[in-house]
């Protein structure tokens, strides 16, 4: 049985969305916060953290630079999960959430959600890869650790522990 500690990401400085007008997945370009980086560092010196054998994580930039802090501070490897990204609303990838509500061009247009289903069995499959480590940190997002876990309201750069 592998013991998986899934991390929220540590706080993204969303303020550069409305700065440089982002929009659509360039927004998962946004870095922590300042206090992102001291929560992550802070993070590194949790015990399970430290236990852990590896460190896999999301793409997006707030994940990624959470993880880059917990491998600086442990020394432990790190491997980027293009399946760890977060839930997507639309399987076409041509909106998000904010889109499809204001945009009146959508109205009567079917979108292809994806189902929660898929989403589990998306990240059961990349967690299963790591099956072979007894401990394994998982940084990620928080619709992601729901899907898991059924929890809800996670904080950032907190710690959810999660067996398989």
């Not at 959430?97 to 069995?121: A, C, Q, V």
């Not at 394994?136 to 650790?145: N, Q, S």
Request: aromatic share 8%; hydrophobic share 35%.
């Amino acid at each position: 049985m592998t013991k998986y500690y899934l991390v929220r990401h540590g706080e993204p400085k969303w303020s550069l969305k409305d700065k440089y007008h982002l929009k659509e997945s360039i927004v998962d370009h946004i870095p922590l916060t300042k206090n992102g980086v001291k929560e992550a560092t802070r993070l590194a010196k949790d015990e399970r953290i430290r236990n852990s054998q590896i460190i896999i994580t999301s793409p997006y930039t707030r994940a990624l630079h959470t993880a880059a802090i917990l491998s600086r501070e442990t020394g432990m490897e790190l491997r980027v999960e293009m399946q760890l990204r977060e839930w997507q609303p639309d399987t076409l990838f041509s909106m998000n959430d904010e889109d499809e509500e204001n945009d009146s061009r959508n109205l009567g247009k079917k979108k292809i959600w994806l189902e929660t289903k898929s989403l589990k069995g998306r990240i059961l499959e990349v967690l299963d890869k790591y099956s072979e480590y007894s401990e394994v940190t998982v940084v990620t997002h928080e619709m992601i650790i729901n899907t898991l876990v059924r929890s809800r309201d996670i904080d950032y750069c907190s710690i959810t522990e999660f067996e398989i």
